[in-house]
């Protein structure tokens, strides 16, 4: 059920895009255990005036090849498991597609399994 939202600059290949959105998906089913069809992901493409981040905060040197990725999905999960979650998108985005792992950015935003519909206008996880 997660909903991934996938932002970095514009002018990267669509095999590019392709590749990262590939790597967080294979993430979330191999860390948090979601169907392999459970995939709704929206990548936007942003000019450098529109898309601004500090290249050292904390420390970490980014480079304008950084993927700023936004999860929502259900709440529940344990700490370890979502350290669990980045680790492996970071690693598998430096394998698959070239990223450094600097340059990987993730927020997860948890939710009530409520808040969610698939289509038919019906909340399909609501107990």
């Given at each position: 059920?997660?909903?991934?939202?996938?932002?970095l600059?514009?002018?990267k290949?669509?095999?590019?895009?392709q590749?990262?959105s590939?790597a967080?998906h294979?993430a979330?089913?191999?860390?948090?255990?979601?169907p392999?069809?459970?995939?709704?992901h929206i990548?936007?493409e942003h000019?450098?005036?529109?898309?601004?981040?500090d290249?050292?905060?904390?420390?970490i040197?980014?480079?304008g090849d950084?993927v700023?990725i936004?999860i929502?999905l259900?709440?529940g999960r344990?700490?370890e498991v979502?350290?669990a979650?980045?680790?492996?998108?970071a690693?598998?985005?430096?394998?698959e597609?070239?990223?450094?792992?600097?340059?990987v950015?993730?927020n997860?935003v948890e939710?009530?399994k409520?808040?969610?519909?698939?289509?038919t206008g019906?909340?399909?996880y609501?107990t």
């Amino acid at each position: 059920m997660p909903l991934v939202r996938i932002s970095l600059l514009a002018g990267k290949s669509e095999s590019h895009k392709q590749k990262v959105s590939e790597a967080i998906h294979r993430a979330l089913v191999e860390t948090i255990a979601i169907p392999a069809q459970d995939r709704f992901h929206i990548i936007t493409e942003h000019a450098p005036a529109d898309f601004i981040y500090d290249p050292q905060y904390l420390n970490i040197q980014r480079t304008g090849d950084l993927v700023i990725i936004q999860i929502a999905l259900s709440a529940g999960r344990t700490l370890e498991v979502r350290k669990a979650l980045y680790r492996r998108v970071a690693d598998l985005l430096h394998q698959e597609a070239g990223l450094r792992k600097e340059d990987v950015f993730i927020n997860l935003v948890e939710t009530a399994k409520e808040n969610w519909s698939f289509g038919t206008g019906e909340a399909q996880y609501a107990t």
